[in-house]
């Protein structure tokens, strides 16, 4: 299991459930402080849930034991009682590789599962395509009617493997000549495209001093960077996302979130980014830091993916299964300036589906950090961005119109609309 949604659900101000078939991941999880507490019955999870609900307890809770079954007993929940104890749902097993320990079917054991993938694959194929389709029943139940649970795809192929099981999970009336279309929104494709588009990611930093006390300084710096660019005026939608990073970024300290190097991520855009990098040399520059900070990103970001499945899934012009733009951002970053640059496969969502641009760049506090930071990151987001304002999103061309007003040096050709939705209809069928 990640921590990372145990976190979040804390931070966030929830109850927040996760269910791990490994019980060596969720005893390790727990020992790191990921996970406030850990369940071994359901019957401790649902009497845990209604006392937090009822007291209004921030917490997290582990639950040893298979996802199918959780969701299940919630299911019994609501029918016996009428309560729905889930107000938001979703998956993050490994589909992208559901045979081979990507997925553990309901029906086995977790030692079962680790034999039986081996020893009968085929076997355990069909296992996993049942659970597959029991676990979609019970979500399907759950998230009946207006007051329902909300369920969102994580962008594991989570859908996408239930759907070649089976499962009722194809939005009605859906055709496959444009692909399966799902009842259920994912989470890259329909919440997160639209925030990429704005030109936010996951903006990452190391502190090479491996001092906590360099990250909690470079914590302040990054939230006193953002607030200072809302002080100064940006958009509405913008602000949205400062805001809830400025909160994250004040909260992560207390939280423990570091394992290993001294290290934090943080979402933000080309401005946001910039403006951190040029504060974060500057420390260095006068000894504020002890020493020069690295920063990079994630993958899962505007411009550094290629992944038709989940990072670029909301360009709709028929480019998302072209692997250009992760290679056009790694070539870009590097000769604008980056201390390495990665190109790599399989990140995310499996090999073969998805590439991969990446950089990292020190700051060691010299004239020169400056500029290649500011040279670096504006072509690392705004490559994305660009893209995704060819292929039609508003939020995008709003985004690199907004850019170039910055930079008269920024020169991007917009797309030009088209009114008419019927029009490629008519014109495909004239010849």
């Known amino acids: 299991m990640s921590g990372a949604q145990a976190k979040a659900a804390v931070i966030s101000g929830c109850v927040g459930v996760i269910a791990e078939v490994s019980k060596e991941a969720l005893e390790k999880r727990h020992k790191q402080g990921w996970v406030v507490d850990v369940c071994f019955n359901l019957d401790d999870v ?18 040893h034991g298979n996802i199918v079954h959780l969701w299940e007993r919630l299911v019994y929940e609501l029918d016996s009682t009428g309560d729905l104890l889930v107000d938001l749902g979703t998956d993050q097993t490994s589909c992208h590789n559901p045979f081979l320990g990507g997925y553990y079917p309901v029906q086995l054991t977790y030692e079962e599962s680790r034999e039986m993938m081996h020893s009968d694959p085929v076997r355990f194929k069909n296992l996993v395509q049942e659970s597959l389709c029991r676990q979609i029943a019970a979500i399907n139940r759950l998230t009946e009617k207006d007051k329902g649970m909300y369920f969102f795809d994580y962008g594991n192929a989570f859908l996408l493997e239930s759907s070649r099981a089976g499962a009722d999970v194809l939005k009605e009336g859906s055709s496959n000549s444009l692909g399966p279309q799902f009842r259920y929104p994912s989470y890259v494709q329909h919440i997160m495209g639209d925030i990429f588009s704005l030109g936010f990611g996951p903006f990452r ?85 002890k020493g020069p900070v690295v920063i990079s990103r994630d993958h899962h970001d505007v411009s550094g993916t290629d992944s038709p ?109 088209v009114n008419d939705p019927d029009l490629l209809d008519r014109v495909l069928n004239d010849l």
């Open 46 to 63: 649902i009497a845990r849930i209604r006392h937090a609900r009822q007291h209004k307890i921030t917490t997290s809770i582990g639950y």
């Open 205 to 289: 930093w190391v502190c090479t001093s491996a001092e906590a006390s360099d990250l909690e300084c470079t914590d302040d710096i990054a939230a006193s960077v953002l607030e200072d660019i809302i002080n100064k005026g940006v958009t509405e939608k913008v602000k949205l996302q400062y805001d809830d990073n400025i909160r994250w970024i004040k909260e992560a300290g207390r939280h423990n979130m570091v394992v290993g190097s001294q290290a934090r991520i943080l979402y933000s855009d080309q401005t946001g980014r910039i403006a951190i990098a040029l504060a974060f040399n500057d420390a260095v520059r006068t000894g504020k830091l």
């Open 309 to 417: 499945f989940r990072e670029t899934s909301n360009i709709y012009d028929g480019s998302t299964f072209c692997a250009d733009m992760s290679v056009q951002n790694a070539i870009g970053d590097s000769f604008r300036g980056a201390t390495w640059v990665a190109l790599h496969n399989g990140g995310g969502v499996g090999w073969g589906e998805v590439t991969n641009g990446g950089f990292g760049l020190v700051l060691d506090g010299t004239n020169d950090a400056d500029e290649r930071a500011k040279c670096v990151l504006s072509w690392d987001v705004c490559n994305g961005v660009a893209r995704r304002c060819w292929s039609g999103n508003a939020n995008a061309k709003e985004t690199i119109q907004q850019a170039m007003n910055s930079d008269p040096k920024l020169k991007v050709t917009l797309p030009n609309e």
